[in-house]
């Protein structure tokens, strides 16, 4: 059985990717908490929802790449006939 083996590099690229959507969920609830003008304690109260739609927009981003990935791998074996 092979040994599946992740990278220091790739690590630190997933890590980057979902801070990247952490921002931006914990930016959508700011623009939600001016928009509503709601209270300022729900940064904090909300942050639970904030890390599950962070979880949300990392795994939607995840189904592009995969998609990418696979349809350039199509496109490249189509190429190579």
Do not use: H, P
């Amino acid at each position: 059985m092979k040994d599946i083996v992740i990278t220091g590099k790739r690590l630190r690229l997933e890590g980057l990717i979902f801070t990247g959507c952490f921002i931006v969920a914990f930016l959508l609830n700011v623009f939600s908490i001016v928009f509503y003008k709601t209270e300022w304690k729900e940064l904090y109260t909300q942050l639970l929802w904030v890390i599950c739609l962070s979880c949300l927009i990392y795994f939607l981003f995840l189904v592009l790449r995969l998609l990418y990935f696979f349809l350039k791998r199509i496109f490249v074996a189509i190429r190579n006939l």
